[in-house]
């Protein structure tokens, strides 16, 4: 089993900044077959939505329209950690972050779908005011 720990959630005012971190512990055969890591976000009354995807290995990165050229995910695979640095923030960027993992090779048709990815963090709220 993997387990994943987000920390780097707070408030912030419009046009700030943010880095989210994810460390991943666990079982060390599952988490050498991780395939991407990855964040996913939540409002209240909406559903999860994907954000951003990695390989570990090295390859494609995927990103949500909505925050291309605002977001930039990135690795440090010696510490089984992955971040999302955002900045730019808006107000519509309110949300319970989450941090996940997946055995799946995806692209772009799969990497936003919640069941392809198998370990989920408990969450970290980011609030960002106008």
């Known amino acids: 089993q993997v387990q994943l720990v987000e920390s780097g959630g707070g408030s912030v005012q419009a046009g700030g900044s943010l880095r989210l971190s994810c460390a991943a512990s666990?079982?060390?055969?599952?988490?050498?077959?991780?395939?991407?890591m990855g964040w996913f976000r939540q409002a209240p009354g909406k559903e999860r939505e994907a954000v951003a995807a990695i390989p570990p290995a090295g390859g494609s990165t995927y990103y949500v329209d909505s925050v291309k050229g605002r977001f930039t995910i990135s690795q440090d695979n010696a510490q089984n950690t992955v971040y999302l640095q955002m900045t730019s923030l808006k107000p519509e960027d309110t949300a319970m972050y989450y941090c996940?993992?997946?055995?799946?090779?995806?692209?772009?048709?799969?990497?936003?779908?919640?069941?392809?990815?198998?370990?989920w963090g408990q969450g970290t709220q980011v609030t960002v005011s106008s």
């Open positions: 996940a993992a997946s055995h799946f090779a995806l692209h772009d048709g799969t990497w936003s779908l919640r069941e392809r990815w198998n370990y």
């Open positions: 666990g079982d060390i055969y599952a988490l050498n077959y991780l395939d991407y």
